[in-house]
């Protein structure tokens, strides 16, 4: 898969876009300004020195401005009126509006009233500084930039799939691939350019290897195993519009978000914790598999559930239908009004902790039994919640600034399926993003296992690519 507009002029960054792009959003960028206060060149110097900026941002001028300008002043004007719109309203909002291309999108949006703040920044000759103002001003979204443009700049002639399948190869071993593996990594940034070509897998390409695991998601062991491969021939091209789909993600967001909240990446399978706007804590969860997607969606918690029960919903009747009555039995299900209920206890799906959820789609967090699949790399395994890694010692901390962890505690401690409401909400928001600034200072890369970076990417210009769906891999019938 290639982008050979997206790599045209690589040390101009003057990307030509590969469609036509999409359609109007919904976002208010039709109306027109007040054109005597902004003189013709004026007007055409500041819109068109602000489209440079655009594939900064993982777009492109051809979004907003398609062609050459018209020669007639008044069709001209118009033209550039509005682009200046709509490059303001894509870095302040989105230049797609996530409720159109999902069917659940509940996380808060940034409001902009782009119109009037157009016309200001043009009118004081501000317009390029104001327009980039717009975009989040954070370190994640710098960092994703700054990702792009590198991999714009270095890798324009890389070729797509020129690491041929086979054996693992394992440190100390001589391989006729390891001289294509060096060159991808090389031009990635994985490896000095320096570092001389050999056959054989020395410990400093294995170095690599693991920097280059551990960015992909995958278990940074220095093993050049199938996934590995699989991960390198997903050319810098593929990179570079997954940044510039996760820096339009980030674009959807509120600028001000609750400086108490958690931050779910469904992608990435881990949380944040944030409180009084400090990071307080990091974890893995499991999310929901293929099919059975987590949605996007902000929420927030409202109590803690110690020792909690579970309703099975109907949505599961059949996975139950193929359990013995043994089974049942030994994990504390029975019949209640027409739905199988779980029981308290070890063995229940929830494990000992639920954290309530206000949501329309009965999604929440929860502890598990199966703590296993916490080792694993692959966290989509779920039927759509959100499972917790040592979620007791979470609902306790969550708890403790809360200031009812007594209440928590003693809970816990009856067995018994018990309600203990926080004082405060917290919220929680849950996103799907497929790169992202880790707490190493260091881009990291998801695999997009829903399938979901495809719309985005065509309404940004970008061509979509065959997706080959993952299996659901769950294996219990958790929610």
């Known amino acids: 898969m290639r982008f050979p507009c997206l790599f045209a002029s690589a040390a101009a960054l003057a990307l030509a876009a590969c469609s036509n792009g999409p359609a109007n959003t ?38 907003f401005l398609k062609g050459a300008l018209p020669s007639d002043k008044a069709q001209r004007r118009s033209v550039l009126e509005k682009a200046a719109n709509e490059f303001a309203s894509a870095l302040a909002m989105g230049r797609v509006d996530p409720a159109k291309i999902r069917d659940v999108y509940t996380v808060p949006r940034p409001k902009v009233d782009v119109t009037s703040g157009v016309a200001q920044a043009l009118q004081q000759n501000k317009y390029r500084e104001w327009v980039n103002s717009l975009a989040p001003q954070t370190d994640e979204y710098r960092a994703l930039s700054k990702a792009f443009v590198a991999l714009v700049q270095r890798t324009p002639d890389l070729p797509d799939g020129a690491i041929a399948g086979g054996r693992t190869i394992k440190r100390g071993a001589s391989d006729p691939r390891v001289p294509a593996i060096a060159a991808n990594l090389k031009q990635l940034g994985y490896l000095p350019p320096e570092l001389p070509a050999s056959a054989r897998y020395t410990p400093a390409i294995a170095q690599g290897v693991a920097r280059f695991q551990a960015d992909s998601g995958q278990k940074a062991d220095g093993v050049l195993g199938s996934a590995t491969i699989a991960a390198l021939n997903a050319s810098p091209r593929d990179r570079a519009r997954t940044l510039a ?37 990091n974890r893995k969860v499991i999310v929901g598999e293929p099919g059975k997607e987590t949605p996007q969606l902000e929420a927030p918690i409202f109590q803690l559930v110690a020792n909690p029960t579970w309703t099975v919903p109907h949505s599961i009747d059949d996975e139950m239908a193929g359990k013995s009555g043994g089974w049942l039995a030994a994990n504390g299900f029975s019949q209640k009004d027409g739905q199988w209920v779980q029981a308290s206890g070890p063995k229940n799906s929830l494990g000992i902790v639920k954290f309530d959820m206000r949501d329309d789609e009965a999604i929440y967090l929860h502890d598990t039994p199966a703590k296993a699949l916490f080792g694993v790399d692959e966290r989509h395994r779920s039927h759509g919640c959100v499972r917790v890694e040592d979620a007791i010692g979470f609902a306790h901390m969550l708890a403790q600034a809360d200031g009812i962890e007594s209440k928590f ?19 929680v928001r849950l996103m799907y993003h497929t790169a992202w600034l880790g707490d190493d200072g260091r881009v990291h890369f998801a695999q997009d296992v829903y399938g979901w970076d495809n719309d985005v990417a065509a309404a940004l210009g970008y061509a979509k690519v065959q997706q080959s769906r993952a299996a659901a891999t769950s294996g219990d019938v958790g929610p």
Request: charged share 30%; proline share 4%.
């Open 26 to 63: 919904g976002n208010d960028t039709g109306a027109a300004l007040d054109a005597s206060k902004v003189d013709d060149k004026s007007l055409e110097q500041q819109v068109m020195g602000a489209l440079d900026d655009a594939p900064k941002h993982g777009l492109t001028k051809d979004l």
């Open 245 to 281: 789909v996760a820096m339009e993600r980030l674009r959807w967001l509120d600028r001000n978000p609750p400086a108490t909240r958690i931050d779910v990446n469904t992608a990435g399978t881990y949380l944040d914790y944030f409180r009084d706007g400090q990071h307080i804590d």
């Open 409 to 427: 505690t003693d809970a816990l401690a009856t067995g018994k399926e018990t309600f203990v409401k926080l004082g405060h909400e917290i919220p």
